[in-house]
Nanobody, 115 residues
Framework: QVQLVESGGGLVQAGGSLRLSCVAS????????ISWYRQAPGKQRELVAPITSGGSTSYANSVKGRFTISRDNAKNTVYLQMNSLKPEDTAVYYC?????????WGRGTQVTVSS
């Protein structure tokens, strides 16, 4: 059974940093694409950053230069390092992986950035 569990969220002041973790079970992060998404109150869920099985990464324009996605194959974990946080980064952050014809999502972790 595939499971994704996010952690690392919390309350931080603007300009601060957080590192989110997405621990996978039932799949290997080294051979599956994993993406971080976020959903702010009243807004649609949006893609923040994916990492492919080959290790290629990309970023939403709004987080480019501030966020870094990475993975630790030995820990089967994907990280999202978030620096220079802004109030507009406040959202629930989710990780997602494709599986079969659909996707698996984690339950999310709340990030709140105060001004």
């Amino acid at each position: 059974q595939v499971q994704l569990v996010e952690s690392g969220g919390g309350l931080v002041q603007a300009g601060g940093s957080l590192r989110l973790s997405c621990v996978a079970s039932g799949i290997g992060v080294s051979i599956n694409a994993i993406s971080w998404y976020r959903q702010a109150p009243g807004k649609q869920r949006e893609l923040v950053a994916p990492i492919t099985s080959g290790g290629s990464t990309s970023y939403a324009n709004s987080v480019k230069g501030r966020f870094t996605i990475s993975r630790d194959n030995a820990k089967n974990t994907v990280y999202l390092q978030m620096n220079s946080l802004k109030p507009e980064d406040t959202a629930v952050y989710y990780c997602r992986t494709p599986y079969g014809v659909g996707f698996y999502w984690g339950r999310g972790t709340q990030v709140t950035v105060s001004s």
